[in-house]
């Protein structure tokens, strides 16, 4: 994805930008039905007097605000519940989410249509057939407020919750893995040993690289006729002395700067380019109830059955090289190797919740399951699951508990137990 159109995608994820757009929207509405009034080739013959005009508005502006804040510190008070129950990584999700930025913008957007809509009625802009307009234009808003707060009460009864948080993770999860699974290079070449004389380039920020834009750095390639060796991944620390790029050439000083250009560098991880940041967000989740001040393997388990689905996304796992086929040029990125997303995933889990014999069955039963659709990851899966099977026996305490988690492992894994 273009550096352009990623930006774009985040600008329309932002809480502010639907309401600014329904609020300027409700400005025009309010607006036009005063314009638009000579332009009429008839006249309404309802009359229709200002005060009831103005009173309708009065009483939806006041109470349009008052749902607004409401909305607002629901909205608040789950990213604190999501923070504080699951994991900080899921709040991103949450202020994205597009039901509850289109309930707050539309409650937004009444009362801005409704304080223009006053001012209008007290300086006498809308005459006989404008107040009709106005009329007309504030029902119809009202019924789009009423369907709204319906679906908005629907929605905040779970908005925030243990389970709505696991499912957005996991939607990120997967989205980014199928991603990853369609264009594990990003669309560049598979990474190849960088000879010793390559140029070095490092930027001046610190922070993680969050997107990397692959068709600005093969238009350059393509345009000087360069080899880009990529040294970081989106997900990556980085810092003045980390190299992001290497070149087999000499570089003028516009193209080194085009070169940073196509990194963003930001303080936070994202989950756009990044499939090991679902799997963190994921198994941290699974580490917080699996702790023994919290004791809760129901949740640990919901998480392991979220972890099957994200990682069963993947399919046959990729071994193309990437779509840039020129010998002479181009650019050269790695991937995620599937040891390191198999430690976000199930590290904490296997560090927590040895004890639990219910998580411990899961768990085996869960790699397992992947190791029979994923045939490309079963040598590292088994590696997991002796090791799995060896954290059992080292902390499992209760002889029936551990006869239990055995007898399943023989079961499930007849060629290692």
Known sequence: MKRWTWILHRIVRQIWFRAGVISLLSVALAILAGIVTPYLPYTFNVDIGQRSVGTILQIMASSMLAVTTFSLT?????????????????????????????????????????????VGLNTSAYGHDGRIILFAATVVIILLVVGTLLRWIGHITAFGRMADVIDRVEEAA???????????????RAAIVVPPKAVAIAGSQTGYVTHIDVAALRAIAERNGLRIHVGVLPGTMVHPKRDLVQVESALDDTTRAALIK?????????????????????????????????????????VLNALLRVFLSLGS???????????????YL?????????????????????????VSLR???????????????????????????????ETMEDPADLAVFEQAYRRLWPALA
């Not at 923070?83 to 930025?101: E, F, G, H, K, N």
């Not at 796992?317 to 650019?331: L, M, R, S």
């Not at 085996?364 to 399951?369: E, K, M, V």
């Not at 899966?381 to 060896?390: D, K, Y």
């Open 334 to 358: 790695g991937r995620p190797s599937i040891d390191d997303m198999l430690t976000d995933a199930f590290g904490p889990v296997l560090r927590e919740g040895g004890k639990e014999v219910e």
């Open 74 to 118: 629901a909205m608040v008070s789950a990213y604190s519940s999501a923070t504080q129950l699951a994991t900080p990584r899921a709040t991103q999700l949450m202020v994205s989410d597009p039901t509850s930025q289109n309930a707050l913008s539309t409650f937004l957007g009444a009362f801005v249509f409704s304080m223009v809509g006053i």
């Open 262 to 302: 196509s990194f963003t560098i930001e303080r936070h991880r994202s989950f756009d380019q990044d499939p090991r940041l679902g799997l963190i967000a994921l198994s941290e989740i699974a580490s917080r109830a699996l702790a023994p001040a919290t004791n809760d393997p129901g949740t640990g388990i919901e």
């Open 363 to 393: 768990l085996t039963s869960t790699l397992a399951a992947m190791h029979a659709n994923l045939a490309v990851m079963r040598r590292p899966i088994e590696g997991w699951a002796a090791r799995h099977a060896q954290r059992v026996g």
């Open 174 to 188: 997967t989205r980014a893995m199928t991603d990853f699974a369609a264009a594990p290079h990003l669309g560049g």
């Open 317 to 331: 796992q990729p071994t193309n090289a990437g779509d840039d086929d020129n010998e002479q040029h181009g650019v």
